[in-house]
């Protein structure tokens, strides 16, 4: 059975940094693109960051483009995003999601995986 288990997540005080991670189990994902998407109370779930399968190439949200960063550890089947100076507008549930594809996607609806989502709260 897939799982995807996100952590890390928490309240931070704008300016501060977290660093998400993102467990899989259940089969190997070393083909596949990881992306993180968040999703603000009221709003639809947006794009933040991904990379493909060799980490060659990752894509960013023009909002968090210089503050986030993604990397993958397939030895470990880890996946994190490091978050820094963050902004009360980065609040919201983080998710890690596993796309098949050996493209880089931002739509949601190209992910197969997905956690449960964890919760980040920047406080102004």
């Known amino acids: 059975q897939v799982q995807l288990v996100e952590s890390g997540g928490g309240l931070v005080q704008a300016g501060g940094s977290l660093r998400l991670s993102c467990a899989a189990s259940?089969?190997?994902?070393?083909?596949?693109?990881v992306g993180w998407f968040r999703q603000a109370p009221g709003k639809e779930r947006e794009f933040v960051a991904a990379?493909?399968?060799?980490?060659?190439?990752?894509q960013y949200a023009d909002s968090v483009k210089g503050r986030f960063a993604i990397s993958r550890d397939d030895d470990k089947d880890m996946y994190y995003l490091q978050m820094n100076r963050l902004e009360p507008e980065d609040t919201a549930v983080y998710y890690c999601?596993?796309?098949?594809?050996?493209?880089?996607?931002?739509?949601?609806?190209?992910?197969?995986?997905w956690g449960q989502g964890t919760q980040v709260t920047v406080s102004s």
């Open positions: 999601a596993l796309d098949p594809g050996i493209a880089v996607g931002t739509e949601p609806r190209m992910y197969d995986f």
């Open positions: 990379i493909n399968w060799n980490r060659v190439k990752t």
């Open positions: 259940g089969r190997t994902f070393i083909t596949y693109a």
